[in-house]
């Protein structure tokens, strides 16, 4: 790696900072999951509608989406981002204060609007930062809040409730908070502003509910293991809007979102691939945690515990990962991924489980390890090919796709998961089988980059090596 590719201290202070935003969302997200059984009981709600406390926000982060983009460029990104982590923040203790189910649940809506924003801007204001060939060591880093916030989650809900009510849940996130938006207003760059086209106002009321729908029938459907009206209805509503939608932006002058970019055939490859190993990741990381509380019948905390080697290998394997995509392309960083992501998980397809604890721990270490080698080198590939004005397009429009495709995923394990139980060996080897199946296909993606890479592209890596 030559000297020019080093990265400043100042860069990395920034990256640091947009990562502490990132955690705190990250965590949001499963750590309130923990808490809706106390929630309903404690606000005398049933737990049908508690549920949309988690719903809710998880819709609310498909809404906010399509707005990314715009939002950027309008106001620079920088900007957008310090408004999303503080509004992320003030609804967060809203929610700590909310006297009913209902009002919660308003919060929680408002809470989920600011903090869908904050990954994708954050990831543009990386990627404007640093440029394309220092591209995958920034977006590593912040991939490590996005891998190992979720899996520390259970651990850290389970915890606060142990020790005090569940509006800590939400609380927790004031001082963070606070913390992040001290040190993003001293050195987070506001970006440009004034960039925006005009939006189209058609184009944005059919992404915006099309999105969420297409959301909440797949999530709905993973919850219920069925596929009633409201499913299918949402389902047929949702695609339908989103295909109208995309009609219209391949013809509309000023679209929401720059559809051209998937005329480029590595960034089409590599942000569908994405979808894909979005898929796979979060699929996965349902079963993993539900192996421990359905197939081994532990609590919360003893379930967290039991997850922090697995978090403890994404964050370490994370930085390693963005100089090798540096170093030799994205492609053969997520192929190798792939293999380990087989290796680590085909032995449970096997394995009763009672397995002794030490080897358990052992695969998902390695697992850990695969999932930031699968995810983390297929939307920094579709990163590098844009220019930085299209940062935030493509930031958008992976993170949708990325989205819908970790909806999917759950949904998918989650069921095949149901179908077996009560027989929690039968269970959970047709989960794993599942995600050794993903993990190849991830293989497939892997070559569709590849396949897609420049030669030029693929020589200048191999020269940095």
């Known amino acids: 790696m030559t000297l020019g590719d080093r990265i400043e201290w100042s860069t990395w202070r920034i990256c640091w900072v947009i990562v502490f935003g990132a955690f705190a969302s990250g965590l949001d997200a499963s750590v309130v999951n923990i808490g809706l059984d106390s929630i309903s ?49 003030v609804t967060s203790g809203l929610c700590a204060m909310a006297p009913t189910v209902g009002v919660l649940i308003v919060f929680r809506v408002l809470q989920g609007l600011a903090g869908g924003l904050l990954i994708p801007t954050g990831q543009t204001i990386l990627g404007q930062e640093v440029g394309s060939a220092r591209l995958g060591r920034v977006m590593a880093t912040l991939g490590i809040a996005v891998s190992v916030a979720p899996a520390l989650g259970p651990l850290a809900g389970g915890l606060i409730l142990h020790a005090l009510s569940w509006p800590w849940l939400f ?74 939608f995309i009609q219209r932006s391949r013809t509309h002058p000023h679209p929401v979102l720059d559809l051209s970019l998937y005329r480029n055939r590595l960034y089409r490859a590599a942000s569908l691939a994405s979808a894909f190993t979005g898929a796979l990741i979060f699929g996965s990381g349902l079963i993993v945690t539900l192996y421990f509380q359905l197939g081994r019948h532990l609590d919360v905390v003893a379930t967290g515990l039991n997850l922090l080697g697995f978090a403890g290998a994404t964050a370490v394997v994370a930085p390693f990962t963005g100089r090798a995509i540096d170093r030799y392309g994205a492609a053969p960083v997520s192929f190798a991924g792939a293999v380990l992501a087989v290796v680590s998980t085909a032995p449970f397809v096997f394995l009763p489980v009672d397995t002794p604890g030490a080897l358990v721990q052992l695969l998902l270490v390695g697992y850990g390890g695969a999932v930031v080698l699968v995810g983390m080198p297929t939307s920094i590939a579709a990163y590098k090919t844009v220019r930085p004005d299209q940062l935030s397009d493509a930031t958008t429009q992976v993170n949708i ?36 199946i993903g993990a190849l296909g991830a293989l497939g993606a892997a070559l569709l980059i590849q396949r897609a890479t420049p030669s030029d592209a693929r020589e200048a890596a191999a020269q940095r090596t």
């Open 171 to 244: 609380a927790i996130n004031l001082p963070i908070g606070l913390v992040g938006l001290l040190l993003g207003r001293r050195y987070v760059p506001r970006g440009e502003s004034g960039n925006a086209r005009p939006i189209d106002p058609v184009g944005l009321a059919l992404v915006v509910t099309g999105l969420p729908l297409v959301v909440f029938a797949v999530t709905r459907w993973g919850e219920t293991g069925r596929l009633g009206v409201p499913v299918l209805a949402a389902a047929a509503l949702g695609f339908a809007a989103l295909a109208w």
């Open 41 to 89: 009981k404690d606000l005398h709600a049933d737990l049908a509608v508690t549920q949309w406390v988690a719903s809710g926000y998880l819709l609310a982060l498909a809404l906010s989406l399509p707005l990314a983009g715009w939002l950027g460029r309008r106001f620079g990104a920088g900007r957008v981002w310090l408004a999303s982590l503080a509004g992320f923040t």
């Open 401 to 436: 796709l990325a989205r819908i495709g970790g909806a999917l995923g759950g949904s998918v394990f989650a069921v095949l998961i149901a179908a077996r139980l009560p027989d929690p060996d039968a269970a959970f080897r047709t989960g794993f089988l599942a995600v050794c």
